[in-house]
């Protein structure tokens, strides 16, 4: 009798930062990906960010770009997140480049 095995992905990690406008829009996100991969788990992973947590300093001051992004793409690169989302009208850092096992991955 052949036995047929099924092995349990990981929940694909969505990391978005932990404004509102954020989080409905990785609900969203992950909404659709329930849709086209129902067999699949998800989870949504808040960040505050530099931008969230120092509200004293003004933008000019900060001498860093990035500020609602970096650690979003430090998690996203490091493995710790599968996918980020981000409003892009914040959005003035470039995305690493694809490695090729995510090129051929169909999203």
């Known amino acids: 009798m052949a036995e ?18 954020a989080i409905v829009q990785a ?11 129902p067999n699949r788990s998800y989870e949504i992973e808040t960040l505050h960010t530099l931008g969230d947590k120092d ?7 900060f001498g860093a770009k990035s500020l609602w992004t970096s650690e979003l793409e430090e998690k996203l690169t490091s493995g710790q997140l599968d996918v980020i989302v981000h409003c892009l009208k914040g959005k003035s850092a470039t995305v690493p480049p694809l490695n090729a096992d995510e090129q051929s991955y169909n999203h």
């Open 27 to 37: 609900e969203g996100i992950r909404d659709s990906l329930q849709k086209t991969a």
């Open 55 to 61: 509200k004293s300093t003004a933008l000019y001051n």
């Open 4 to 21: 047929s095995s099924s092995v349990a992905q990981p929940p694909l990690r969505i990391g978005t930062r932990r404004s509102k406008l």
